[in-house]
């Protein structure tokens, strides 16, 4: 066997072919590997999955090594550019492209899918003046399932569609909602004759008005940070939707784990750290002291450099464009030319050359949404509307993945065994 592993156990002085596959190795093949015929068969210990394939999946495509990031096969920088949220959110959860018949339908949908029934506003506005945004989020979106009963059928793909279309619907309203609500103001409902991204602006941002009309070059801008955001591979959340999806719960239930795994700093606040880092410098002549700093580690040097890509993050390219449309309408955020700079000299100074620090999607979306009057609190719930319909396609695939199974990690048994128990009265006496 030519594509094969060949592993010699010395234990034992058995050797095993084991079949490469698409780059990789089964775990049961190693697990075929014993000390002896009674003894447990071999596994792999990897905290955090570094080097672990979970499932296979056609959605999306990294090269970490050449910055590439594609969507169903389609170059992110072409997406942002030429599509739009929509659009992208078909293609992730239909695998292609639709036809404009395919596509005005879609919007319809969607469109008359933003509403969401009284009783979750009523449950909304039970939590505290100063709930975080996203706590709020993560258990509206729950609490949707005890709304949508049949949600539970996930065997029908015709069910299926309908609770997908829903919750990319529903998602900005509840989002807005929890905006709205920290700053004690009134819940504003969904205007159909706006876009996706001017709706969602509107419920943020409405007051008095009979309209609200937001700035074409700030919709668009939201625009392509939501289709940026739409999906990543395997990351945290998108492995925590599928590993509670795993279970054959219904949809919202699996996508609200994914937006308790994006609620961690972690994963999805990255982008406030970034914010925080630029306020510290406070100026232009601050940062070589701050560069000596994160080389001496006394600083953490933050929104650059990335689990996965270790070339620049085709992503930060495309939002440090989206940076310049926003700015020519709010005015340029003084935090701007400090990023500016200190992307410079990161990207000439040897040291963090070597190390191949380049700014990721964190770096400068942060100042937009700041430049957009969002307090940091709301940046994750910005992040999770843009990443739903890369985590309803992550929980579609594995629906349909006949190789998949409930989620149950093997562990490495660490504690005390075989212990006799001493009763209360003994030990106490």
Partial sequence: MTDSLTVRDNRTGVEYDVPIIDGTIRAADIGNIKAADDAPGLAVYDPGFVNTASCRSSITYIDGDKGILEYRGYPIEQLAENSSFLEVAYLLVHGELPAKEQFEHWVHEITYHTFVHEN???????????????????????????????????????????QIIRMIAKMPTLGAWAFRHAQGK?????????SYTGNFLSMLFKMSEPRYAADERIEKALDTLFILHADHEQNASANAVRAVGSTQVDPYSAVAAGVGALYGPLHGGANEAVLRMLKRIGSVENIPAFIEGVKNGNERLMGFGHRVYKNYDPRAKLIKKACDDVFEVTGVNPLLKIARELEKIALEDEYFVKRRLYPNVDFYSGLIYEALQFPPEMFTVLFAIGRTPGWLAQWLELTTDKEQKIARPKQIYTGDRQLTFTPASQRWA
């Fill in 120 to 162: 979750i506003k009523g449950f909304m506005q039970g939590f505290r003046y100063d709930a975080h945004p996203m706590g709020m989020l993560m258990a509206s979106v729950g609490a949707m399932s005890t709304f949508y009963p049949d949600a539970s059928l996930i065997g029908d793909p015709e069910n299926r569609r309908l």
């Fill in 186 to 194: 009134p819940y504003v409902y969904p205007d159909n004759e706006l």
